[in-house]
């Protein structure tokens, strides 16, 4: 195998037919990798934990993170205990390693900061020792909560305050303690705002004793099969899949045009659905993928640009989307093979159009990809490691064929990971490595859960209020009941929302309180949800707060403002998406015969690719600004399912491509007789 398959060990230099690979330093490579975890730092709050190198201690941690990792897996094959039980259990073992491993600021390594943090540890177990020893009275008193009652839900929802402050930043947080102060002030709240408030004892009782509060939907799913998928996730990495996909993403796409920011795309997506979080994968294949694209010739901006966006569309790629799909499908009641067959044709097309910008980018300023000389071939990889790929097939099928839950189909799918990975030397995992992948596991569904916690306090007012409803009343009233202004209102509305907020979190506020303005208008449940979550998503990459790009541009050394520009306008497709599936649903291929579905896959295709040329002004030779509006308008009228402005669109494509044809044939010859 070439030195290229190690990311961040490989140098590249110019020549006429591509780049060519040559090995770093040990020291560069450690430099390299010093550097993601600055950047990693500095823009992910999980990425913040402190080391323990008192060997009892590190023993003791390791232990918990494996036990609940073992936990989840028990539980997924012999079923759980009552429901409040098993999400109290979830959240108290996830708070109780939050404050052994996140420090409660920055260099707060001291004994004095470890006593705290290690008695904050033990009070997290109290909630679920409380509510295991009274269960019954705290289930059965319908609202009447003693005063014990009301102590212990106070400290819950204090521990998870601090410990989403700890684990995700200041937004979350202060996001949910406006809603408690909404919760409890609300009669005094002018106009729209206002309702009947709520004592403390009924907003605790709803937080604690119900699943409409912090053991809501969103903490259900994330004690089953988000964690199990996350520690599905852990496996694969310990096996060597990231090296797998960007190993392959090589193979593929290198030697071509801009070939880097092409392998940067798919091993990001691919990447990105499996690990749940958008700046984790900037900055893990960030490290490898951004030097590779700024030494093809990209710009230290456009090269952020393409990885932050790149990992962002991971969360909306099938079939796991970042664990999003699972929250979706438990809180429209609907089956998860539904959400993730309706997503797969908007995440493919997203995907293609980065992957047309980067290609006409490259071919506007004359980019060569990877020599391949220094490039694996398909097939060696393949052998070496393609054995890997068989799990996700496994998975594939048992998620959609094989009438299984999703929970045993994950359970199975984690032991097929191990079973399979033994089959050759170098993916091979020791019994030490399989605990190591236990613990991995348990520590990346750290900031899931505490995010899903802390947003349960967000629905719990929610629920309580009507607040959702009172919103969705006044997009609609605003937008004058017009469609098409509630989704611009919606839009504007998720992107604020999401700002600063992981996609999970992100997707269960927007749903909670922006999607009912759309079902308000007779938009479909499922489709509503599915645009509320692009738009929360996407905040990652909308400045003035793209926390995804900002990380990018932390690696390429770019600006982390004109990155995020950068990335807004590569993620343009994206953005007109989720208006064409609202108004077409058969994008979504719901209830379509198969001729049709390819009808509307096929001009959709068409269409993004044209919007993609639309955006970097070129086709065949740059474009003038009037052609781009041309080509742009034809883009739009080919999203569009109605057979009239289909064939309009067709028109004026065609009209465009002739033109731009006759231009390039002109500039030939004019080059021609310059020669």
Request: proline residues 4%; hydrophobic residues 55%.
């Amino acid at each position: 195998m070439s030195t290229t398959n190690d990311p961040g060990t490989t140098r590249s230099g110019r020549t006429d037919e591509g780049i060519t690979l040559t090995a770093e330093s040990e020291e560069d490579r450690r430099r390299q990798e010093q550097e993601a975890a600055e950047v990693a730092a500095q823009f992910d709050a999980e990425s913040r934990v402190r080391t323990t190198e008192w060997k009892p201690l590190a023993w003791l941690l390791s232990g918990v993170a494996i036990f609940t990792a073992l936990y989840h897996m028990y539980t997924a094959y012999f079923g759980t205990p009552p429901t409040l039980i098993h999400r109290s259990i979830h959240v108290s073992l996830i708070l109780f390693l939050v404050f052994m491993l996140y420090p409660p600021v920055r260099r707060a390594h001291g004994l004095a900061f470890r006593i705290i943090d290690g008695v904050l540890a033990l009070l997290a177990l109290v909630p679920t020792w409380y509510l295991m020893t009274n269960y019954e009275q705290v289930v059965l008193q319908a609202g009447r909560f003693t005063e014990p009652d009301v102590l212990v839900s106070t400290l819950l929802v204090v521990l998870v305050l601090e410990a989403a402050r700890r684990v995700t930043g200041w937004a979350l947080p202060i996001l949910a303690l406006l809603f408690v102060l909404f919760g409890l002030y609300g009669r005094d709240l002018p106009g729209l705002l206002r309702h009947r408030g709520y004592d403390w004892d009924t907003m605790s009782y709803s937080f604690y004793a119900t699943t409409e509060g912090i053991f809501g939907t969103a903490v259900g799913v994330s004690a089953t099969y988000i964690f199990l998928f996350i520690l599905f996730g852990a496996f694969l990495a310990k096996s060597g899949m990231s090296a797998l996909f960007n190993d392959l993403a090589m193979a593929i796409a290198g030697q071509t045009r801009g070939g880097p920011a092409k392998v940067a795309t798919i091993a990001s997506g691919f990447m990105g659905s499996i690990n749940g979080s958008a700046i984790a994968n900037v900055v893990s294949t960030g490290a490898f993928t951004i030097p590779l694209m700024k030494k093809v010739g990209y710009t230290r901006n456009f090269s952020g640009a393409v990885e932050s966006t790149a990992s962002v569309g991971g969360q909306i790629l099938p079939p796991i989307m970042g664990a999003a799909a699972f929250i979706m499908a438990e809180t429209l009641g609907i089956p998860y093979t539904q959400v993730a067959l309706a997503a797969i044709v908007p995440a493919l097309l997203y995907y293609l159009s980065l992957i047309a910008q980067i290609h006409l980018r490259a071919t506007r300023e004359g980019l060569k990809g990877v020599s391949r000389d220094n490039l694996p071939a398909v097939l060696d990889v393949l052998k070496e490691r393609g054995h890997l790929l068989i799990p996700l097939v496994f998975l594939i099928y048992m998620l959609f064929f094989s009438g299984r839950t999703i929970l045993y189909s994950a359970f199975l799918t984690i032991l097929v990971t191990v079973a399979i990975a033994m089959v050759r030397r170098t993916t091979r995992m020791s019994f030490r490595e399989i605990l190591q992948a236990l613990e991995d596991g348990t520590r990346s569904a750290i900031g899931v859960a505490v995010a899903c916690a802390s947003v349960g306090i967000i629905v719990g007012v929610v629920s309580l209020s009507g607040f959702g409803l009172t919103l969705s009343s006044a997009i609609v009233s605003l937008s004058g009941g017009v469609l098409f202004w509630t989704l611009v209102m919606t839009m504007f509305a998720c992107l604020v929302l999401g700002m600063g907020l992981p996609s999970i979190p992100a997707y269960i506020i927007t749903a909670t309180t922006a999607a009912p303005a759309l079902t308000a208008l007779g938009v479909e449940p499922l489709v509503a949800h599915l645009f509320v979550f692009y738009f929360g998503l996407f905040a990652n990459i909308t400045p003035p707060v793209a926390l995804a790009a900002f990380a990018a541009a932390g690696i390429s050394g770019g600006s982390p403002m004109r990155t995020g520009f950068a990335a807004l306008k590569l993620a343009a497709a994206g953005f007109v998406i989720p208006y064409i599936f609202v108004y077409n649903p058969e994008l979504l291929l719901r209830d379509v015969d198969f001729m049709t579905g390819l009808a509307v896959v096929a001009t959709a295709v068409i269409g993004i690719l044209l919007l993609s040329a639309a955006l970097e002004r070129h086709i065949m030779v740059n474009m003038p600004w009037y052609l781009c509006l041309a080509i742009a308008g034809a883009a739009l009228l080919l999203l569009n399912t109605a057979a009239l402005y289909v064939m309009i669109g067709a028109g004026l494509a065609a009209v465009v491509l002739l033109v731009q044809m006759l231009r390039a044939k002109s500039q030939d010859r004019l080059s021609i007789r310059s020669i």
